[in-house]
């Protein structure tokens, strides 16, 4: 079994093909997610070293997981279903890769997880000045560590929900739930991967279904058309990608032979 894995790997790993064991094989030889794992722990010991008691650090921390939903549903919401990424050369790209690659194919693993050069420094700017007001150095290096703690469980909530298995816990499978009509149904609602209480709170959460009307740009985001032709950074890159895919298979194949 490989250790390490990464986008930089010739074939997709497509959770529609695993089962859980396969799933938790594939979540902890993610590299990000092993990233975020050595966050937890490097902020944990920082946060004992500077300490002075524990009081500061744990209210830091358990701020950060009150607040989290909160984050989780902003940035959701209203940068990954935003239209000014893809409207700008400069961050198309970016929002392909974070967002849009995995509402067209949900089931690749690769841009299910987080790019980890947008996900660490948003929990750093969410969590390093929360923690530090509570808790100074310690409070903030708390922070940090329930951050990316909270992160890699929102990542592992959100590979379950694409993973062909009905969940045996009831949460599992409520959230499940809702994560699909979001992607199949309408991508309008439903924001909330680990939570619903913010799209409760202003209006967007809709269960089940069909309570909600089905929505045309449930796969493409409202990229296309138009939009597609006006601003076809996004269009381009996945072109190129494509092409750069099928070489990355062809060596991989090669080398297989030799």
């Known amino acids: 079994m490989r250790l390490v894995w990464g986008p930089w790997d010739p074939e997709p790993r497509l959770l529609n093909r695993m089962g859980f ?31 002075e008691s524990w009081e500061g650090p744990a209210l830091a921390a ?13 940035v959701h919401r209203f940068v990954l279903h935003s239209r000014w990424l893809y409207r ?24 299910l997880f ?19 007001l509570i808790g100074g150095a310690a409070g903030a290096a708390a922070a940090f560590a329930a951050g990316s703690a909270v992160f890699a469980f929102y990542e592992f909530c959100h590979c379950v929900q694409h993973l062909p298995v009905s969940p045996k816990n009831r949460w599992l499978r409520d959230i499940k739930r809702r994560h699909l009509a979001h992607h199949f149904h309408n991508e309008q609602g439903n924001f909330g991967i680990t939570s619903s209480l913010v799209d409760r709170l202003v209006g967007t959460f809709y269960d089940p279904p069909h309570t909600r009307p089905k929505s045309p740009t449930v796969f493409n985001l409202g990229y296309t058309g138009p939009e597609r032709e006006r601003y076809p950074w996004v269009a381009q890159s996945s072109a190129e990608e494509r092409t750069s895919a099928r070489a990355r298979r062809r060596r991989a194949e090669t080398l297989g032979r030799t």
């Not at 987080?114 to 530090?132: D, F, K, Q, R, S």
């Open 21 to 51: 064991r396969d799933l938790l094989r594939a979540y902890f030889t993610y590299y990000a997610i092993q990233v975020y794992l050595l966050c937890v722990v490097a902020g944990g010991l920082l946060a004992a070293r500077w300490a």
């Open 62 to 74: 358990l701020v950060t997981v009150l607040v989290y939903p909160f984050v989780e549903y902003l």
């Open 88 to 111: 700008s050369r400069f961050t198309a790209r970016v929002w392909k890769r974070i967002h849009y690659d995995h509402h067209r194919n949900p089931n690749d693993l690769g841009v």
């Open 114 to 132: 987080g790019a980890l050069y947008t996900t660490l420094p948003t929990i750093a700017l969410v969590t390093l000045p929360l923690g530090g």
